[in-house]
């Protein structure tokens, strides 16, 4: 029997760790799935978002010191994984307990980031094309005016945040890191790759069907190769997780 392990889950560029909520009903019973609220979305609107990657990740660490599990990974899509990424970092600098994983997804490593590209993407249109290219955004959004203002401010704030991400030299985290890529996504297969520098464990990179968002697309095989990689960490050798009778 595992013992009970928390996600801590960090949204992509634009949303909330509300996009998360469904895993609760999906994932086994020993996972407990906890998004991770970023300031100016969700249940924090009141507060200002952060354009700073650095003065956020330090935030969110410092947040988390006092509320830590036992035992718990991180999950991270997109600007969640280098969120992710970060946090994990500060934790370590403070000698706080680790993750028992990282694991990233949709997101190049960070010595592969090219935060130059995030501030060519400007004004309504460029964000729109955007949304439409990641295919990731509900169509009910692009038919609501005021929705889709609010989508975009927030998309363009992360944007810049992304944008101020600076690759520096870290020493290799402790812990397995376990990657996810969609094989119509823009992202690189070089890119995902180099994940493997920034760890001293386990590492894996696995891959399915869709672009940007292939953890939707492809969400059955995409949750059941988490469980694995999550147990995986957890028990320190290949495990294969049996179908459920509903996907058998």
């Known amino acids: 029997m595992l013992k009970p392990l928390t996600l801590l889950c960090l949204p992509c560029a634009g ?21 991770i609220e970023l300031p100016g979305r969700g249940s924090r609107t009141d507060e200002l978002p952060q354009e700073s990657y650095l003065a956020l990740i330090e935030s969110l660490g410092d947040e988390l010191v006092s509320i830590l599990p036992e035992q718990y990974a991180f999950f991270g899509h997109s600007m969640g994984a280098l969120l992710a990424y970060g946090i994990t970092h500060h934790l370590s600098a403070r000698k706080l307990p680790l993750p028992t994983a990282l694991v990233v997804s949709g997101c190049a490593a960070p010595n592969r980031q090219d935060s130059e590209r995030y501030s060519k993407i400007q004004g309504e249109a460029a964000l729109i094309a955007e949304l439409r290219k990641q295919a ?4 009910k959004v692009f038919d609501h005016s005021e929705l889709l203002a609010m989508t975009l401010d927030l998309l363009a704030i992360d944007y810049r945040l992304c944008g101020s991400f600076q690759h520096v030299e870290l020493p290799p985290l ?7 890529g969609g094989r119509a996504d823009e992202i690189e297969a070089a890119k995902l ?17 869709g672009g940007h968002f292939f953890l939707r697309q492809s969400e059955e095989v995409f949750l059941h190769t988490l469980v694995k990689r999550l147990t995986e960490s957890l028990i320190g050798v290949p495990y294969e997780v049996p179908e459920s009778p509903a996907t058998a």
């Open 136 to 139: 990731g955004t509900p169509e």
């Open 193 to 209: 790759n180099d994940w493997q520098l920034a760890g001293t464990q386990a590492f894996t990179l696995d891959w399915f069907e």
């Open 15 to 35: 949303a909330s760790g509300t996009m998360y909520l469904r895993w609760r009903r999906l994932l086994p019973s020993w996972i407990t799935v906890q998004p």
């Open 174 to 180: 402790p812990i397995p890191i376990h990657v996810f």
